[in-house]
């Protein structure tokens, strides 16, 4: 069974600080994505990871990926209140390509 | 992009009852996906529905309980049944154009009494 692993499952942290979240899998995949979810709202892409190294910015997040250690972070720099949400990565199933797994999940606060 | 609608965006069921939730998307996809999103918790798929073919189901989660039907390329629907206060949730829809790309629905909390 494939398992999608986050942590923190809950963070706060103060405007202008720095942070990453992690995402483990317990599978081979060479596919990443990144997610925000806003209270009451569906899910919004943000990266989408497709090979080992790969490495996007948008704004204050980046997301890497490293395939050999199945692990892919999200870096937060200088927090915004903004960034208040909650944060899933997801890979896809080696077998269909197209079956999405998540994450447990990263809840974000920001506190001014 | 995909846009995607579903109906009902929210609905508070008797215990027992169904529910057909109606997923429309505006452009012709293959692959269509439903997920459940229990409070306070992640999303885990359902089934995959393609056109044209059953739909394949997740473990744990079974035909009888949640029927699924893909008439055309751009809908879809999920009907929970014989609903019981665990089945309160959001479910979503979500499509996959090509391989690296998932479009979410804006999802149907549902509460059951």
């Known amino acids: 069974e494939l398992k999608v692993e986050q942590n923190p499952l809950f963070l706060s942290m103060q405007e202008g600080k720095n942070y990453t979240i992690y995402c483990n899998y317990s599978?081979?995949?060479?596919?990443l994505y990144w997610y925000r979810q806003d209270p009451g709202k569906s899910l919004e892409s943000l990266f989408v990871l497709l090979s080992n190294g790969a490495v996007k910015q948008e704004g204050r997040l980046m997301a890497s990926l490293d395939t050999k250690a199945r692990l892919s972070t999200l870096h937060i720099t200088a927090a915004v209140h903004d960034l208040s949400a909650t944060y899933f990565c997801a890979v896809d199933s080696p077998n269909t390509g197209n079956q999405f797994y998540f994450g447990t999940g990263t809840s974000l606060t920001v506190i001014p | 992009s995909a846009v995607i609608s579903q109906k009902p965006s929210r609905d508070i069921c008797q215990r027992g009852t169904s529910l057909t939730i109606q997923c429309q998307v505006d452009?012709?996809?293959?692959?269509m996906f439903w997920y459940r999103q229990q409070p306070g918790q992640s999303l885990t798929l359902i089934a995959t529905a393609n056109q044209g073919s059953e739909a394949t189901y997740e473990s744990g989660f079974v035909i009888d309980k949640f029927p699924i039907s893909r008439p055309n390329l751009t809908f879809s629907t999920l009907t929970v049944s014989n609903m019981s206060p665990e089945d309160s949730s959001i479910y979503l829809c979500s499509v996959a154009p090509r391989r690296d790309t998932q479009y979410f629905g804006p999802g149907t909390r549902l509460t059951v009494l």
């Open positions: 452009s012709q996809v293959t692959m």
């Open positions: 599978t081979t995949s060479d596919r």
